[in-house]
C-alpha cells in the first residue's frame, strides 16, 4: 500500500486564505488520460509557489515552480489503461482529481453528423440509450464558443462524465459507438472530447494563420457565404475549442464534416489536408486521423457533394489516415442520416486494425488506384478490392470519356480485383469515374461488404 505523502497530510490541518492554483477544463474528475505515455498536466498559480503534484498509480511526488507569469506544466508517466486513480495538486490550496481512468483519448470533431446525438434522432434510440451502460468509456464535451485568437482554455459545462443512459442520449452517437466497439474489443477504457458544431466549415477548425500564409486557402475561403448557425472564418474554431487541448494527449482524431464545403468543394483536399497537418503539428506527433466520407444527398443540380467525396477520397494520400465510406448507409433525403451505429462502427474498425492491431480482416473501401488502356477498353484498378462483387450482378455507374472531355455509360465487367470498362460512345477512353452524382450511392462492394468509393480520374 502507498504511503500518503507528507504534505496531504499537512493539508488536514492547513486552510489557506487563497486558493491560487487552478486547472483548464479539461481536468476534471472522471477524465481519461493517455495510456503508456508523458502527459502533461498543467495550470496556474501564484508565480514561484511551489506545486507538488502526486498521482496514486506510483505514489511519486513531483513538483515545480510557476513561472511569472503564473503559469507551471509538469510531466507525468502513465502506466498501462487501468484505474480508477487519483491525482492530487498541492500549491497553497489543494485540487483533487478523484476516478481517473487511463487508457485510450480520442477526439472527435467536425459538424453535425459528429455533434449528433441519439436524442437528436438515430435508429433504434430508445434501446440504445437503456443500454448505454459503459462506466470505462468517458465523455467530454466541448461547449460552443469562438475567439479571434488561439485561447488558453475552453468551457465544458459538464467536464468529464462517466457513459450511462443519461450521458450518453446527448452525445455524440458516432464518437459513442466507435468508443463502445473499441472497448469491447479491446478492454481498454476510452475517453472522447467532443469538440464540435453543426452547419461549421473545415476553415474554422485550422488555424488562422494558415490561411493567412496562402493565397489560394484564403481566396477558397471567401467564397463561403455566412450561414446563420455556426462561423466559417479560418480559425474561429480552432481557436476557442481545439487551442486549449493541444498539450493534452490523444490517441487519435475522428473527423466528420464536409457538408458545409460543397460551396468550395474543389478545394476541399487542400483545405482538409491542411486541417490534418496543422492538428498533427500543434500536437507534435502523426497521431491517426480517421474521418467519414460524407454520405450521397440532394446538394442541388451541381455535382458539389459528390466533389467534396472525391476530395476527401484523394486526403487519403496523407500518411496514418482512414475513410469511412457510408454511402449505403445514409439518406438522400435526410443530411443527418439516422443509422450512426454503422459509422461508428467502420471507425472503430479502422482504429482497431491499423492503430490497435487486433482485427486481421478487411476493414478498407474499395478505392480507385488506376487504369490502363488497351484500344476501347479501359481496365480499372481498386485497393482494397478482394471478393469484389457488384450488388445488382452488374454495375451501372461507371463513364468513360475520351478526348472531348465528354462521359458516357460504360459497361462494367468485374476481373478479381479489377473491372474492365468500354463504352460504343468512347472509342479511345482518356478518364473514368464512378457513383458520379450527390445522390448516387455505390453498387459495387468488396468481401467485407464495404461501399467503393466515388471517384473521378480527372482530378488525380
Not at 1 to 23: D, E, G, Q, Y
Not at 78 to 98: D, F, K
Not at 314 to 340: E, W
Request: hydrophobic share 40%.
Amino acid at each position: 500500500m502507498k504511503k500518503i505523502p507528507l504534505f496531504l497530510l499537512i493539508l488536514c490541518f492547513h486552510s489557506p486564505l487563497a486558493a491560487n492554483v487552478s486547472l483548464p477544463g479539461i481536468f476534471t474528475d472522471h477524465m481519461v488520460l493517455q495510456q503508456k505515455s508523458t502527459v502533461k498536466i498543467w495550470g496556474w498559480a501564484k508565480p514561484r509557489e511551489e506545486i507538488k503534484l502526486v498521482a496514486s498509480w506510483n505514489g511519486d511526488t513531483l513538483s515545480t515552480i510557476p513561472s511569472n507569469q503564473s503559469t507551471w506544466e509538469i510531466n507525468l508517466q502513465t502506466p498501462e489503461a487501468g484505474g480508477p486513480y487519483t491525482i492530487y495538486i498541492h500549491g497553497n490550496n489543494q485540487i483533487t482529481l478523484n476516478d481517473v481512468l487511463i487508457g485510450e483519448v480520442w477526439l472527435c470533431s467536425g459538424q453535425s453528423n459528429m455533434e449528433w446525438s441519439a436524442t437528436s434522432g438515430i435508429n433504434d434510440a430508445e434501446q440504445e440509450v437503456a443500454a448505454a451502460n459503459y462506466p470505462n468509456i468517458r465523455l467530454f464535451t466541448v461547449d460552443h464558443r469562438t475567439a479571434l485568437d488561439p485561447q488558453i482554455d475552453l468551457n465544458s459545462s459538464s467536464g468529464w462524465l462517466a457513459c450511462n443512459p443519461e450521458t450518453m442520449k446527448n452525445f455524440s452517437a458516432v464518437a459513442y459507438f466507435f468508443a463502445r466497439r473499441v472497448f469491447e474489443q479491446t478492454g481498454i477504457p476510452v475517453g472522447l472530447i467532443n469538440s464540435s458544431w453543426g452547419g461549421t466549415s473545415a476553415e474554422a477548425w485550422t488555424p488562422g494563420s494558415f490561411y493567412q500564409e496562402n493565397g489560394n486557402l484564403a481566396a477558397s475561403a471567401a467564397r463561403l457565404d455566412e450561414v446563420p448557425w455556426g462561423p466559417i472564418q479560418p480559425g474561429r474554431l480552432y481557436n476557442s475549442m481545439i487551442a486549449p487541448i493541444t498539450k493534452f494527449n490523444i490517441a487519435g482524431v475522428l473527423w466528420y464534416q464536409g457538408e458545409s464545403n460543397t460551396r468550395n468543394a474543389d478545394t476541399y483536399q487542400q483545405t482538409f489536408s491542411t486541417l490534418i497537418n496543422s492538428w498533427r503539428s500543434q500536437w507534435g506527433y502523426d497521431f491517426p486521423f480517421y474521418f467519414v466520407q460524407i454520405a450521397p444527398f440532394a446538394y442541388g443540380e451541381n455535382r458539389n457533394g459528390v466533389r467534396v467525396r472525391d476530395e476527401q477520397r484523394r486526403t487519403l494520400t496523407l500518411s496514418n489516415t482512414g475513410m469511412a465510406v457510408i454511402c449505403d448507409v445514409g439518406d438522400t433525403t435526410d443530411i443527418h442520416p439516422q443509422n450512426k451505429q454503422g459509422v461508428g462502427l467502420r471507425l472503430a474498425n479502422l482504429a482497431l486494425k491499423h492503430h490497435y492491431w487486433v482485427l486481421d480482416q478487411l476493414v478498407d473501401p474499395p478505392l480507385f488506384s488506376g487504369f490502363t488502356t488497351e484500344k476501347n477498353k479501359m481496365t480499372v484498378s481498386f485497393r482494397n478490392a478482394t471478393g469484389l462483387y457488384a450488388k445488382n450482378k452488374r454495375s451501372t455507374l461507371f463513364e468513360l470519356a475520351g478526348s472531348d472531355g465528354i462521359f458516357y455509360p460504360a459497361k462494367a465487367t468485374i476481373k478479381k480485383e479489377t473491372v474492365i470498362l468500354q463504352s460504343k460512345q468512347v472509342k479511345q477512353p482518356l478518364q473514368v469515374r464512378y457513383a458520379w452524382g450527390n445522390t448516387t450511392a455505390a453498387d459495387l462492394f468488396n468481401e467485407a461488404n464495404l461501399p467503393m468509393s466515388s471517384f473521378s480520374s480527372e482530378f488525380e
